[in-house]
């Protein structure tokens, strides 16, 4: 079969699936065909995003009813372990890819299903099927990096997606890695009833966003009961689940009966017969420019481009390469990627914190007159970061409930540069935590000033 103006996509995860939808609102009558060796669908919604914070949300939900006198009175039992999994499976279908499937085909795209090998420059081999191409959009993904500890692998370990997965709440956990990934199921697990030691080499909690995220979260764990050891490294594993050790640089020995490896993920690029394509591999992923090509009839999206490995960052970067393949203009443009860590606190960042030129000020939500309903009110951020010459936002981090909510406003303001004199007029609504913007914003006028 002539490949002419077909085109095969690489994996049917959010970036792959969301790329076939995007080209098909663009071009009704290109044919689409969409491989996947796993669950269409993909990581996120599996064995990240949308399990991950169903599992969150319950002890969320409890906690913050214990700050609220009247509820704190009502809320008497425990949280459900077996309800909790029971929630998760809801969420995600049981696994069950029928849905994503049959979306795919209600777009007219046919979904493969095996692993996929370039074979040629406009060849696709899946199984004993050759899928002739003119077009090729890799969108594979990524995996957990697995750090080189001696005795972790003769040990076992889980990886976010035997953590996600698991049916039962291990009496102790060691988390290798203070990531958004290692914070967030160390916590969940925590108030599932785990004793929880989190690990990383780095010196703060979530060590890529602003030090005052970290700082802030490191507290709200030790409140909880989290042993957080920020500055060690693992340097030995001993013994297999539930009798293990993990032996520190600093000589400090850590009993658990089950370790987590969060340690950051890997792109996908190897083992499909890229070399083929000549583009160019890199350990951050596929390079690529701002229509997301990485060759000649080839684009990468999602973690497998590596620019961002966050879901939507792939489905923008999706709907930039169905753009391009329809002949559109367009180009992307990551000034503002929005992230959120669905810790408690959640953190929310956008932008950059740090570069010449810029201006920092902050609003601390704890002690300040932020009039919220909240009685202790809970520690709190906004800190932002602006261009001094051109009086814009280029960057903000909040930290507080909902945070990831309330950063809408500012990935907009960052996006679409609006003057600070415009944000300070903008009437935020009252009480809310969002208000804390206006603080911070007036902090931030004030730095400029100086």
Not at 112 to 139: F, H, N, T
């Given at each position: 079969?002539?490949?002419?103006g ?6 049917a995860g959010?970036s792959g699936?969301h790329?076939?939808?995007a080209l098909?609102a663009?071009?009704?009558e290109?044919?689409i065909?969409?491989v996947?060796?796993?669950?269409a669908g ?5 064995y ?11 002890a ?5 009813a ?5 509820a704190?009175?009502a809320?008497t039992?425990?949280l459900?372990p077996?309800r909790?999994f ?9 696994r069950d890819?029928s849905w994503?499937?049959?979306?795919l085909?209600s777009h007219r795209a046919e979904?493969v299903?095996g692993?996929?090998?370039v ?6 081999a899946?199984?004993?099927r050759r899928?002739e191409?003119?077009k090729l ?6 995996t957990?990096a697995?750090?080189s500890?001696p005795?972790?692998?003769k040990?076992?370990?889980w ?8 049916g039962?709440i291990p009496?102790?956990l060691?988390?290798l890695g ?5 914070c967030?199921?160390a916590?969940f697990y925590r ?5 929880v030691?989190?690990?990383d ?5 979530l060590?890529k966003?602003d030090p005052?995220?970290?700082?802030l979260?490191h507290s709200?764990?030790?409140r ?6 920020i500055?060690a490294?693992a340097e030995r594993v001993?013994?297999k689940?539930?009798?293990l050790r ?7 020995p850590i009993?658990a009966s089950?370790?987590l ?8 690029v ?7 394509l000549?583009?160019e591999l890199?350990p951050r992923g596929?390079a ?10 080839v ?10 490995l966050?879901?939507h ?10 753009a ?5 203009e ?10 959120a860590v669905f810790t408690?606190?959640q953190?929310?960042?956008?932008g950059r914190?740090?570069g010449?030129?810029?201006v920092t000020?902050?609003?601390r ?6 009039s919220t309903y ?5 520690n709190?951020l906004?800190k ?8 814009i936002?280029?960057?903000a981090?909040a ?5 990831g ?6 990935t907009l303001a960052?996006r ?5 004199e415009v944000?300070?007029d903008?009437i935020?609504?009252?009480p809310?935590?969002?208000?804390a913007i206006?603080n911070?914003?007036r902090e931030?006028?004030t730095?400029?000033?100086?």
């Amino acid at each position: 079969m002539s490949g002419n103006g077909r085109v095969v996509v690489l994996g049917a995860g959010s970036s792959g699936e969301h790329f076939a939808g995007a080209l098909r609102a663009l071009d009704a009558e290109l044919e689409i065909v969409v491989v996947e060796r796993e669950l269409a669908g993909g990581e996120c919604s599996y064995y990240a995003c949308l399990p991950t914070k169903t599992l969150l949300r319950p002890a969320e939900v409890l906690a913050a009813a214990r700050l609220a006198p009247g509820a704190a009175e009502a809320v008497t039992g425990e949280l459900d372990p077996e309800r909790v999994f029971w929630w998760r499976d809801q969420v995600t279908d049981g696994r069950d890819d029928s849905w994503h499937a049959g979306w795919l085909s209600s777009h007219r795209a046919e979904l493969v299903r095996g692993d996929a090998r370039v074979v040629d420059p406009g060849v696709v081999a899946v199984g004993e099927r050759r899928i002739e191409y003119e077009k090729l959009v890799i969108a594979t993904g990524s995996t957990p990096a697995i750090p080189s500890i001696p005795g972790l692998e003769k040990a076992g370990y889980w990886t976010n997606r035997e953590a996600v997965w698991a049916g039962r709440i291990p009496e102790s956990l060691v988390v290798l890695g203070g990531g958004p990934v290692g914070c967030e199921l160390a916590q969940f697990y925590r108030r599932m009833g785990s004793l929880v030691t989190v690990v990383d080499p780095n010196e703060r909690l979530l060590p890529k966003l602003d030090p005052d995220a970290g700082a802030l979260l490191h507290s709200a764990f030790e409140r909880e009961g989290i042993a957080v050891r920020i500055g060690a490294r693992a340097e030995r594993v001993e013994g297999k689940p539930p009798k293990l050790r993990v032996e520190l640089d600093s000589g400090e020995p850590i009993d658990a009966s089950q370790i987590l490896v969060a340690a950051g993920r890997r792109p996908n690029v190897h083992g499909f017969g890229l070399e083929e394509l000549g583009i160019e591999l890199t350990p951050r992923g596929i390079a690529v420019d701002d229509r997301m090509r990485s060759g000649d009839g080839v684009w990468a999206i999602g973690d497998a481009a590596g620019v961002a490995l966050l879901t939507h960052v792939g489905k923008y970067q999706a709907r930039v390469a169905a753009a391009d393949i329809a002949g559109r203009e367009v180009r992307a443009d990551y000034r503002a990627i929005p992230a959120a860590v669905f810790t408690d606190p959640q953190v929310g960042s956008v932008g950059r914190m740090e570069g010449d030129g810029l201006v920092t000020a902050s609003y601390r939500i704890a002690g300040g007159r932020l009039s919220t309903y909240e009685r202790p009110r809970r520690n709190g951020l906004v800190k932002l970061a602006a261009d001094r010459e051109r009086r814009i936002l280029v960057g903000a981090i909040a930290i507080g409930p909902e945070a990831g909510e309330w950063l809408g406003q500012l990935t907009l303001a960052v996006r679409a540069a609006i003057p600070l004199e415009v944000l300070l007029d903008t009437i935020q609504p009252y009480p809310t935590f969002s208000e804390a913007i206006f603080n911070a914003l007036r902090e931030l006028d004030t730095a400029l000033a100086s």
